[in-house]
């Protein structure tokens, strides 16, 4: 009989544990399994990517409410007269309006201002797993029934301690946790001692066979520029570094370098990025691309990949960078050693702008070095599918 799974992410926009998870969506053994997929926001670019076999779930109640404007929702709520959608909707949108919030912070504040209106899973798993940190696990641990719960984290998970005693009592329900590095592993026993028992490590799993393929089709800059083309690929978001980016932009606009840097990615930071850009006349040098669903073109015909993040748990868009061979520069962060060697497959270089925009001289000047760091991307194992291995022994 075929296990029942479910699995819980906040949407499949292109990001990090987004492409993670459909990569294990398409190297499950669906003989063996049935898995339904809950979204807390759909149409995100990567759902076109998910199996066939894969169902996935209708929206929550709550989530199509939310997609209402005031006008509407105050309609519905009068004309069915229910109304706990409609108070917890304002009681989050006021709670939100106070100050800047990290993600941890918004997650708790929108998980106690609207559970009670958010439905039970009505079926029964063999297996839940959220796989995201946030309100999937908030979710899995209050709303969903089955025999094992497994949380996925693959961020940096510091918290303060108001969120940490938030966050206890719904890891206490988890009989698993997983970390996708060993640094993410590290920082949330930090946060987390006493769940020692319960961690372990599975990489976000990559598929070389799969992004070799995808960078074969689809569109990529189709803009006629002759120079060196740069790529980022991050939320625009604060921990992604863009402030770094754009400061390093400069700079090598300043020495007079013919390049070109594009960024993949689209969030919060958008427009302050846009006005940056415009104020520090980069508009010709800095060029953001929004979102696509296969962004392996993109990696395969740039010539340097620079990741400026402040934090990540893993790195997943150095790891396909490095799968196509393209050479990478990358700031310190937590994760970094977990797959960059310095000056073998790429440069990491310490979280700042003159020390990414060094990073960019030396690739760009030494051309020894370069074609020293792609033959070695070119002998470097790639991938790691094996990491399926582990999943199928935790899920059983």
């Given at each position: 009989m075929k296990k029942n799974l479910?699995?819980?992410?906040?949407?499949?926009?292109?990001?990090?544990?987004?492409k993670s998870l459909v990569t294990l969506l398409s190297l499950l053994d669906?003989?063996?399994?049935?898995?339904?997929?809950?979204?807390?926001?759909h149409g995100g670019t990567l759902e076109e990517l998910v199996p066939k076999e894969v169902n996935i779930l209708k929206p929550l109640k709550y989530t199509d409410f939310a997609l209402l404007s005031f006008k509407e929702a105050t309609k519905y709520s009068l004309m069915n007269f229910d109304f706990k959608m409609y108070t917890s909707r304002i009681k989050y949108s006021l709670g939100i309006r106070k100050k800047?919030?990290?993600h941890a912070q918004k997650a708790r504040i929108y998980w106690q201002c609207v559970s009670k209106a958010i439905e039970n899973n009505p079926k029964k798993y063999d297996i839940?797993?959220?796989?995201?940190q946030g309100i999937p696990t908030f979710y899995v641990a209050?709303?969903?029934?089955?025999?094992?719960?497994?949380a996925w984290v693959n961020v940096s998970y510091r918290l303060d301690e108001m969120e940490k005693e938030f966050q206890r009592r719904y890891y206490d329900v988890y009989n698993h946790i997983v970390a996708v590095s060993d640094s993410a592993m590290e920082i949330l026993l930090e946060t987390?001692?006493?769940?020692?028992?319960?961690?372990?490590?599975?990489?976000?799993?990559?598929?070389p066979n799969f992004i070799t393929k995808m960078a074969d089709k689809g569109h990529d800059y189709n803009d006629d520029f002759e120079g060196l083309k740069i790529l980022t690929i991050g939320r625009l978001a604060h921990l992604k570094g863009y402030d770094v980016a754009l400061e390093a932009c400069e700079k090598l606009k300043e020495r007079g370098i013919k390049f070109r840097w594009y960024a993949l990615g689209t969030g919060p930071l958008e427009n302050d990025i846009k006005e940056s850009i415009i104020k520090n006349g980069l508009t010709e040098h800095f060029e953001l691309l929004g979102v696509r669903p296969n962004p392996y073109p993109f990696i395969k015909n740039a010539d340097l990949y620079v990741q400026t993040s402040k934090s990540e748990g893993f790195g997943l868009a150095i790891a396909e960078a490095r799968m196509l061979n393209i050479p990478v520069v990358t700031t310190r962060f937590d994760a970094v050693y977990n797959q960059m060697i310095d000056g073998k497959n790429g440069l990491v270089v310490d979280m700042n702008a003159e020390a990414v925009y060094q990073?960019?001289?030396?690739?760009?000047?030494?051309?020894?070095?370069?074609?020293?760091i792609i033959?070695?991307?070119?002998?470097?194992?790639?991938?790691?599918i094996e990491e399926i291995d582990k999943i199928y022994k935790l899920i059983g």
């Open positions: 479910l699995f819980v992410i906040d949407s499949l926009d292109c990001a990090g544990a987004e669906y003989s063996n399994y049935s898995v339904d997929l809950m979204l807390f926001r800047k919030y990290s839940a797993i959220s796989y995201a209050d709303k969903v029934q089955a025999k094992k719960k497994i987390f001692p006493y769940y020692a028992e319960k961690v372990s490590v599975i990489y976000d799993i990559n598929n990073g960019i001289l030396k690739i760009i000047n030494n051309n020894e070095l370069r074609q020293s033959r070695y991307l070119q002998t470097e194992k790639k991938g790691n």
